[in-house]
């Protein structure tokens, strides 16, 4: 089992619609919780963080969090053909060393 | 800018020659992260630092990679006698991280450095 899994997609949503991305962790000791969006060719760009069980709102983004489920979810109101990306969720299991596992991404697709 | 800088942004080497990379953290950030991406993959660990300190260093960090970071500040990766397996993003974070908070740090990205090796 993969410590981080996420579905690779690609999701396709059309223009204005919620896109929704999914995420589950193995270790259920892990702390903190963060989603990066990354264009193609482009380094990760942190855009949501969510330590404490329940949702986080940001403009468009909530990121929810169930640590009795191990599951974290990015939802993304009112998509626009810019959010096309992958989305890498990443877990930090360890509060001393702070280091990141990461998925493998989903590819999200907003159809115009 | 104020953000993570690396540099060079491409490296096209040849097996068996010597790389070295640079990152610039976010000014007063005191930890530092390596790490290695490939293709269709997530961002792999490789080693960190708070200030000066290296503290960890991932299993993939074979003996032929090193690095530093001597006061502090910028961060060196050297990769001796590159392989083709080695070709891969090369990403610096910084973080600023505070006792007691420690869990929520977030780390910021540099523009990464592309590694081919022919």
């Known amino acids: 089992q993969k410590e981080v899994e996420q579905n690779s997609g690609p999701l396709s949503v059309p223009e204005g619609a919620i896109a929704s991305l999914n995420c589950t962790y193995s270790?259920?000791?892990?702390?903190?919780f963060f989603w990066y969006r990354q264009y193609s060719g482009k380094s990760p760009e942190l855009i949501m963080s969510i330590y404490s069980n329940g949702d986080k709102e940001d403009g468009r983004f909530t990121a929810q969090l169930n640590k009795a489920s191990q599951y974290v979810s990015l939802l993304i109101r009112d998509s626009q053909p810019s959010d096309s990306a992958t989305y890498l969720c990443a877990v930090n299991r360890d509060g001393a060393t702070n280091k990141l596992i990461f998925g493998t991404g989903t590819l999200l697709a907003v159809q115009p | 800018d104020t953000g993570v800088s690396q540099d060079p942004r491409h490296k096209i080497t040849k097996r068996g020659q010597n790389v070295t990379f640079r990152c610039d953290p976010i000014s007063e950030h005191n930890r530092l992260y390596w790490y290695r991406q490939t293709l269709g993959q997530g961002p792999e660990f490789l080693t960190y630092f708070q200030n000066e300190a290296q503290l960890e260093k991932s299993r993939l960090l074979s003996d032929r990679f090193s690095a530093e970071r001597p006061k502090g500040s910028f961060s060196t990766l050297e990769i001796q006698r590159t392989e083709q397996g080695d070709s891969a993003m090369y990403l610096c974070?910084?973080?600023?991280?505070?006792?007691?908070?420690?869990?929520?740090?977030?780390?910021?990205f540099g523009p990464g450095t592309r590694l081919t090796v022919l």
């Open positions: 270790d259920r000791g892990s702390q903190s």
């Open positions: 974070a910084s973080s600023d991280w505070t006792s007691g908070l420690s869990s929520y740090n977030e780390q910021f």
